[in-house]
């Protein structure tokens, strides 16, 4: 038995804000394997009944409860373990305007354009993609010039919006069709600095599904 439990698969970035989290803080966790591409589990209604009415991962199970959305996630992790927390209400604020921003906008875009682009079938028709893409440059746009002025999101240290903001970025760039560290020489070193955190994994790395079935 591990002190957390969570529901979640390789291929979601959502999930990996939660494995990364609980790894970067040094918890004693383990993950539950949600088979999403294969038997649609985030779709039955076992799941939704048992685990999250939502039909989403991540899930955490801590103690008696079960905690569904990251961003929810990542707020109970921090107060629990005083580790990427804010240390006053204005940071606390800020977190959840980035955390929010990133739900709709950063991730919010990319996971579903990385979704059509190597999952779904049929794949993404080209004005959805292009669509999505153009509000995936506003948005990494607007991440990269936040991180000219500071090392991460709030300032000096790291915190959960960090965390919340890297759900998707450090998937392959060919899943994508375009190098975001690349292109965005801000964001790439932000990433190499959070890489360097000591309990950092990859998400094919910290949680299970990887490579998908032929
Ligand atoms: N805002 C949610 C998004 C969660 C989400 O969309 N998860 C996807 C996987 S990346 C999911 O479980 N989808 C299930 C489905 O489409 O059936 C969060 O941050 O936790």
Redesign the pocket.
Known sequence: MAEYDLYCFAQ????YRAALMLNLIGADWRPIFVD?FGKGE??SAQYRAGVNEM????VLAHGGKKL????VILTYLADHSKKFAPRNEDERLEILRWIIFD?QKVNGFL?PYRFLRNFAKPAGQPAVMEFLKGRIDNALGIVDKRLAAHPYILGAEPTIADISLVAYLYYPAAEFGFDIAGTHKNIGRWLDRIKALPGWAHPYDLMPGHPLPA
Not at 55 to 58: D, L, T
Not at 68 to 71: I, L, M, R, T
Request: hydrophobic share 20%.
């Open positions: 979601s970035g959502n999930a999403m985030t779709r039909g989403e991962v991540p569904s959305q990251s961003g739900n996971g």
